[in-house]
């Protein structure tokens, strides 16, 4: 069965560090992987994804991900944080065939202190 | 487009009482999901759906029901709450298309049973 973890439940950091929020799965075959982004008091949406090719993946806001298939992970990173990145960040999994279900991580919460 | 809407945006039930949760996309999407999101739990997969008429379970289906009559249209019912179901329940959407698996989220409704 396919899960998701991320290394850390709540990271604090200081505007204009770096992050890198961690991410494992476990899958058998071939997956489609995603960050998703939750502000404060808002759904979730897309910050990035991989589908195949170039493993290191840009997305929106200077965020980028990079997927080792060796060490079945996807980390997030961003260069230097802002206040706005204050959020809650889950990581997703889906296996690449028919009907496969979307699996997410349990989350990690960003408080960035100006 | 409005994308996914959901209604209620929140609401109190007494144990033992039903309701429905309503969830329209205008997307045209096949795909449609129901999450629940506790705190420190990440979100959890409860229902979804590849196309009108088709339904399967997802990770914690217990207590629940879903149908899809209708590709735009993919009501949850809760027969007999119980205060484990208090919760942040999402609907999403996706295209039926393997290269491009993005989920589009509704704004959530927040579920308190007393």
């Known amino acids: 069965a396919q899960s998701v973890s991320q290394h850390n439940h709540h990271v604090i950091l200081s505007e204009a560090a770096s992050l890198e929020l961690g991410c494992n799965y476990s899958y058998g075959g071939t997956v489609n992987l995603f960050w998703y982004v939750q502000y404060p008091g808002q759904h979730l949406q897309l910050l990035l994804k991989y589908f195949s090719g170039d493993p290191l993946v840009k997305g929106i806001k200077g965020f980028e991900a990079e997927f080792i298939k060796s060490k079945f992970s996807f980390n997030l990173r961003k260069p230097s944080v802002q206040w706005s990145d204050t959020a809650e960040y889950f990581c997703a999994v889906r296996g690449e065939t028919s009907y496969d279900k979307v699996i997410f991580g349990p989350g990690t919460s960003l408080s960035v202190i100006p | 487009n409005a994308g996914v809407t959901q209604t209620p945006k929140f609401r109190i039930l007494k144990i033992g009482q039903s309701m429905t949760l309503q969830c329209t996309q205008d997307m045209n999407h096949n795909y449609m999901y129901w999450y629940r999101q506790d705190p420190g739990m990440g979100l959890k997969l409860i229902y979804y759906s590849v196309g009108a008429g088709i339904t399967d379970k997802g990770e914690v289906p217990n207590g629940y029901n879903v149908s899809r009559s209708t590709t735009e249209d993919f009501p949850l019912r809760l027969e007999l709450a119980a205060p484990s179901q208090t919760s942040v329940y999402f609907c999403?959407?996706?295209?039926?298309?393997?290269?491009?698996?993005?989920?589009?989220f509704g704004p959530g409704t927040r579920l308190t049973v007393l």
């Open positions: 999403a959407s996706s295209v039926r298309d393997y290269s491009y698996n993005e989920q589009f």
